[in-house]
């Protein structure tokens, strides 16, 4: 083996590696059903998976405002103020 075949053959591996990365983090981040725009969602009609709903958020965002008004009572209530 030359050394341009040894070079291809790096570049060529970097490129796998990077490709599968993002497929792999497309995969994890949209789920396979709705990775690259449902191309593959015929492979994956039994996946369920639990959106978040606007409600789901606006929920989470009230219970963390709850949790910061209690820490600043308690704080208040402990420094006296």
């Known amino acids: ?4 075949e040894v070079e291809m053959g790096k570049v ?3 490129l796998i590696v990077v490709v599968g990365i993002w497929v792999g983090v ?3 981040t949209q789920g396979p059903s ?3 725009d449902g191309a593959f969602a015929g492979f994956f ?3 369920t ?4 709903t606007p409600a789901t958020v606006q929920r989470a ?4 405002s709850r949790s910061l008004a209690e820490a600043e009572a308690r ?3 402990v420094l006296g103020e």
């Open 1 to 4: 083996m030359n050394t341009s």
């Open 12 to 14: 060529l591996t970097g």
């Open 26 to 28: 497309e995969l994890f």
């Open 34 to 36: 709705r990775a690259f």
């Open 45 to 47: 009609e039994a996946e």
């Open 49 to 52: 998976v639990e959106v978040l």
């Open 61 to 64: 965002g009230d219970s963390v």
């Open 75 to 77: 704080r208040k209530g």
